[in-house]
């Protein structure tokens, strides 16, 4: 199993930044996937960034220019983080840190996003 804890949403104007962090443990080596979703009221969740195993990043058209995903780890823990610039109105949403394994998918608790222009 994995384990992921978010931080770093809040309400920020539009334009403004935010960087969004998740702190994955457990069985870290069997990730495959590393991502983000988002889910806006009344919307679909969707993945918005991510880092594969052979380390290809991969974005939404409507982030793209605008986020920047990474990722690093230490002996226990593996860390993902997500750069948000520009944000607009339509960013807001709650964000979740995703991680696809050999054994399951797994999702954090979610973390608030508010943009207001």
């Known amino acids: 199993q994995v384990q992921l804890v978010e931080s770093g949403g809040g309400m920020v104007l539009a334009g403004d930044s935010l960087r969004l962090s998740c702190a994955a443990s457990?069985?870290?080596?069997?990730?495959?996937?590393f991502g983000w979703y988002r889910q806006a009221p009344g919307n679909e969740r969707e993945m918005i960034a991510w880092?594969?195993?052979?380390?290809?990043?991969?974005?939404v058209d409507s982030v793209k220019g605008r986020f920047t995903i990474s990722n690093n780890d230490t002996e226990n823990t593996a860390y993902l983080q997500l750069q948000m610039n520009s944000l607009k109105p339509e960013d807001t949403a709650v964000y979740y840190c995703?991680?696809?394994?050999?054994?399951?998918?797994?999702w954090g608790q979610g973390t608030q996003v508010t943009v207001s222009s």
């Open positions: 457990g069985s870290t080596s069997s990730i495959r996937t």
């Open positions: 880092v594969n195993g052979g380390g290809s990043i991969g974005y």
């Open positions: 995703y991680a696809g394994t050999l054994w399951g998918n797994y």
